[in-house]
């Protein structure tokens, strides 16, 4: 490189310095941008096809708003638009920030939509943040990479003018529109680099200076030549799209693939060593923790900010390189809490990369989660997507998948008891609730056997799941009118072709997803009645859901007796597994096929997020749960089981087929952690163990309770102390007391 590339080590501290000093501030003054007027008839606007080109305004205003050059940082990407400093862009309700304009304008609907989901969050069948996703996103990295602002404008004006379509020209106008901004906003950058290395008196920060001047001028209105130019690409559009659009983009891309092509031949060419290709990733993953206040007011869920690294390429081929390699180094010898690292693994990887994750594991970094490609890439295929698309899958927001410039996904955004639709069916909770849905009341104690009585439960579950998704189809209708994303979806193969945006289905692929929780929970009550009811006969239907609606008050035998005489899910095997296999089969039937409004469908999963400890206001279950306390996470077994061990847990796994459930099942597991006694191998055997069991994304959490609860005594001596909370990593001591005492209790519990 012509210039000298900042030394990450010894810049660091200025690095951080800057950074606070600056987001200190945050949020700056809004820029008048943030109060323009907009129409409030969502539905009149849609008829009139308006709401791309009030994006259209965002995108012009924010050509106007203050960049911000950083002297001790490698990349630009800081554009003042009022945002938050810990701000997701989340867009439901909007943060601050000129992305957030139009749906401001449209505060109606979100006393609409809470109103119509706090009748349900109240009964505690879920819980939902939005009415659709509007956080765990991914650009199309590889699109822009290849072709550049450039590329895509000249697309969608090659669209524009073989179409008449009034619809499809305001969006098309608006992609043009969204292009020329970012590549004015990336020539404002090059004037304040080129302004500052002009007073500055550093040598190297001078050079960091003019590289960014020079840099900016092109890139990435064209596509990137270099690894320095491709690295910047993908923070500068994650960054700045999600800025201006008021959605999260989760992820920051499929590092190692991505970016390995431009490292080789920057390093075969001269032009890069292999400790500035360090130096710069190593900047452009400290970025998010520099850039975030984690440690005074941590956000709840994490910094929204996911890699991807490992898995394969297009065509199959194993990716593990020199990128790869520097990432894992980078994580193993710096203290990072984010971004969060998402490995994928498979058998055709080398026993190095496996050895190399083992490592980050065993020396309880805390912010790892590996997802299996031989389960994943083949439930992809099985929903129709083609084989070449599905290879090619990040992961983002906690754990969930989405194909890499082809899919938009709505998942995380509506989590449902699983335990709640059983005791709707046992007659338990359920006041006023069947009426209120238009729907026939269970008759349950007709149930001669328990096979009836199953089919009955999914035959419940079924009905109930399909009103909910009309609900949220119906929300999903006005996503268009609330905050259409034109310039996010020109990134995305198939908007622009089809001239539609990404909320209207312009996507190749268009999903959503449940989000199933407490499945732990749900086959250890199953199996409780099955056993208690239906073959033991130590109780009636009628007298256990006495049992549940005192929530075991006056019968605490009867607790005890469910809790722990009757086998549970991750603690014993056999019968209890083959429940749990056929009912994991059945739940893609309640949860699965049903269309979205964007011409797609949803899909199965079962990761639960922060749904396990919010939905604990469900009713005593009948595996002996009291009312209060927190459902099963994920896969995994539920807090009632007690103790068990690895071995069996994965035998459990191993018994469930989870290519049914593309959206991902997660295990979250955690395991004791020792820094005198730390052995890799262990670790790797783990990995290697759960890949043998067909599981799907596995979630690490290396913790010792005693240590845990020594923090909460002294903070100031573990201030440094990382933890996975639900698919994301925070500092311990930043969590508020519930959360600590959860994961303490969970860590006692396995």
């Known amino acids: 490189m012509t210039e000298r590339v900042l030394s990450f080590e010894k810049y660091r501290d200025e690095f951080y310095q800057e950074f606070e000093e600056y987001y200190a501030a945050y949020p700056l003054p809004a820029p008048e941008a943030e109060h323009m007027p907009v129409d409030t008839d969502i539905g009149k606007k849609a008829a009139k096809t308006k709401p791309c080109e009030e994006k259209s305004r965002i995108y012009r205003a924010a050509v106007k708003c203050p960049v911000h050059v950083f002297r001790y940082f490698p990349f630009y990407y800081e554009v003042c638009t009022g945002r938050a400093r810990n701000g997701l862009t989340a867009g439901f309700p909007p943060e601050p920030g000129i992305g957030g304009t139009m749906m401001r304008n449209h505060s109606a609907i979100e006393k609409r939509f809470f109103d119509f989901r706090d009748y349900y969050k109240e009964r505690n069948l879920f819980i939902s943040f939005f009415f659709t996703d509007f956080a765990h996103h991914c650009i199309g990295y590889e699109k822009v990479l290849r072709l550049g602002l450039n590329g895509l404008s000249d697309q969608a004006e090659k669209k524009r003018k073989n179409t008449q379509d009034a619809g499809q020209v305001s969006f098309l106008d608006s992609v043009i529109c969204g292009c020329a901004a970012l590549k004015r906003i990336a020539e404002n950058f090059a004037r304040e680099a080129a302004e500052m290395a002009g007073r500055e008196k550093d040598g190297e920060v001078r050079g960091n200076l003019l590289r960014i001047a020079r840099t900016a001028a092109r890139v990435p209105a064209e596509a990137p030549e270099t690894f320095y130019e491709a690295l910047n690409t993908i923070w500068f559009m994650r960054e700045i799209v999600m800025g201006l ?42 970025l998010t923790d520099a850039k975030w206040d984690l440690r005074t007011d941590p956000p709840e869920g994490g910094a929204n900010t996911a890699m991807t690294i490992g898995g394969c390429d297009q065509e199959g081929r194993p990716v593990y390189n020199e990128v790869s390699r520097m990432i894992l180094e980078i994580f193993e010898e710096q203290e990072l809490v984010n971004p969060k690292l998402q490995a994928r693994i498979s058998r055709n990887h080398p026993a190095e990369f496996f050895e190399r994750l083992a490592r980050i594991a065993g020396r309880g970094k805390n912010v790892l989660s590996i997802f299996n490609d031989e389960v994943l890439i083949p439930a992809q295929v099985r929903q129709g997507k083609e084989l070449q698309d599905s290879r090619l899958y990040v992961a983002g927001g906690c754990q969930e998948p989405v194909l890499s410039e082809t899919e938009v996904n709505c998942r995380a955004y509506i989590y449902m008891s699983l335990p709640k639709l059983l005791l709707l069916t046992l007659g338990v909770g359920e006041e006023g609730f069947w009426e209120h849905e238009g729907l026939e009341p269970v008759q349950a104690d007709s149930c001669r056997d328990f096979e009836e009585f199953y089919a009955c439960f999914l035959g419940k579950a079924r009905q109930i799941v399909h009103r909910v998704t009309g609900y949220f189809n119906e929300w999903e209708r006005e996503w268009y009118g609330y905050n259409p994303c034109p310039l996010y979806s020109a990134t995305i193969t198939g908007c622009i072709e089809k001239g539609l945006d990404m909320t209207q289905g312009g996507a190749k692929y268009n999903t959503s997803s449940f989000s199933p929780v407490g499945f732990g929970t749900l086959v250890d009550s199953l199996f409780a009645v099955q056993k208690v009811v239906y073959e033991q006969k130590f109780l009636t239907l009628h007298e256990l859901r006495g049992c549940l609606n005192r929530n075991f008050e006056g019968s605490e035998r009867t607790r005890a007796y469910l809790a722990n005489r009757v086998d549970k899910w991750g603690r014993d095997s056999g019968e209890i597994n083959r429940l749990a296999s056929r009912l994991a089969d059945d739940l893609t039937l309640v949860f699965s096929g049903m269309p979205n409004t964007r011409g797609g469908w949803f899909e199965n999963s079962l990761f639960t997020n922060t749904g396990y400890v919010s939905l604990r206001g469900t009713e005593a279950t009948p595996d002996g749960r009291r009312r209060g306390e927190i459902l099963s996470r994920g896969i995994g077994p539920g807090e009632a089981t007690g103790h068990t061990n690895l071995s069996r847990i994965l035998e459990g796994l191993g018994a469930l087929n989870l290519e049914n459930h593309p959206a991902s099942a997660v295990l979250y597991l955690d395991l004791p952690y020792s820094p005198n006694q730390m052995e890799p191998r262990i670790y790797e055997a783990v990995i290697r163990s759960f890949l043998d069991a067909g599981g799907s994304v596995f979630d690490f959490n290396l913790t010792d309770a005693e240590v845990l609860l020594e923090a909460q005594k002294n903070p100031e001596q573990y201030a440094n102390l990382v933890v996975r909370v639900w698919g994301f990593s925070a500092y311990f001591t930043a969590l508020d007391r519930e959360l600590q005492d959860e994961m303490i209790a969970r860590n006692r519990s396995h």
């Open 245 to 286: 659009e008021g959605i999260g983009i989760a992820v920051i891309g499929h590092f190692d693939r991505l970016l390995y092509p431009y490292y080789e031949k920057d390093v075969r060419e001269g032009r890069l060593t292999r400790q500035e290709a360090k130096d710069l990733l190593s900047f452009a993953l400290n």
